[in-house]
């Protein structure tokens, strides 16, 4: 397991924009998947953005073309920039990892059980 600590969060109005970081102590390959997921009071924890480590990202549609998920790998961090905020965007949100990159694919990057890392979760509120 990799260790991942989220910071970034905060409220904003709607509209808004924020940028999550995710740092993480990275894989010795180099191959990995990691992704963004949110979860809101009473809901399940649902799959926002995901980025494989040939870099191929895809996006759940409900964020699609407002959110961006990128990675600096000589930093170590992942991030999610997060523009045109709405109210049903707030959520903790977590960043996850795995040291599969097979788990990116189309069926199941958005799987909660495909990754083994996750982090302790960032709050965004948008009102």
């Known amino acids: 397991e990799v260790q991942l600590v989220e910071s970034g969060g905060g409220s904003v109005q709607a509209g808004g924009s924020l940028r999550l970081s995710c740092s993480f102590s990275g894989y010795a390959n180099n191959e990995y998947c990691m992704g963004w997921f949110r979860q809101a009071p009473g809901k399940e924890r649902e799959g926002v953005a995901h980025?494989?480590?040939?870099?191929?990202?895809s996006n759940a549609d409900s964020v699609k073309d407002r959110f961006t998920i990128s990675i600096d790998n000589t930093k170590n961090i992942l991030y999610l920039q997060m523009n045109s905020l709405k109210p049903e965007d707030t959520s903790m949100y977590y960043c996850?990892?795995?040291?599969?990159?097979?788990?990116?694919?189309?069926?199941?990057?958005?799987?909660?059980?495909?990754?083994?890392?996750w982090g302790q979760g960032t709050q965004v509120t948008v009102s």
């Open positions: 980025i494989g480590s040939d870099g191929s990202t």
């Open positions: 996850a990892a795995s040291p599969s990159p097979y788990v990116c694919g189309p069926l199941s990057w958005f799987t909660v059980n495909v990754y083994n890392s």
